[in-house]
């Protein structure tokens, strides 16, 4: 059950416009990793220790990966790629990597994912 709550917004750029009640999520707390791999290990015959060790060494390698200008497939999970964008210029000899801004990583889940998330239900808070 996905938890909302209702906030009251104007339209950017005119403040003339009547305000509207728009829903938000509201985040009902945060699994970190020793949770998450306890909750792994009650359906998986490996140890918590053992999932644990898996996630933090997949968590130091992502970043190397994604820097050698390749996206991360995790299957169902999903994939990881690097995004950016740049000023534009006038000619290529005009442009420096300087341009180079918002650096992100883009998450893009899996089908399984997506198919769940469509399932949701939702309740007031």
């Not at 945060?30 to 949770?35: E, F, L, P, R």
Request: aromatic fraction near 4%; proline fraction near 5%.
């Amino acid at each position: 059950m996905l938890n909302y709550k209702l906030i009251e917004r104007g339209v950017p750029g005119n403040p003339e416009a009547p305000k509207k009640l728009y829903a938000m999520p509201v985040i009902n707390g945060k699994k970190d990793i020793q949770s998450l791999s306890s909750d792994i290990m009650d359906i998986s015959s490996l140890s918590r220790g053992d999932i644990n060790s898996v996630i933090i060494n997949l968590v130091e390698r992502i970043p190397k990966i994604l820097l050698d200008g390749q996206s991360v497939s995790l299957g169902e999970l999903g994939t990881l790629r690097i995004s950016f964008s740049s000023e534009g210029v006038e000619s290529e000899e005009d442009f420096s990597t300087s341009k180079i801004k918002n650096v992100k990583v883009i998450f893009t889940p899996g089908k399984l994912i997506k198919e769940e998330i469509k399932r949701a239900h939702f309740a007031a808070k």
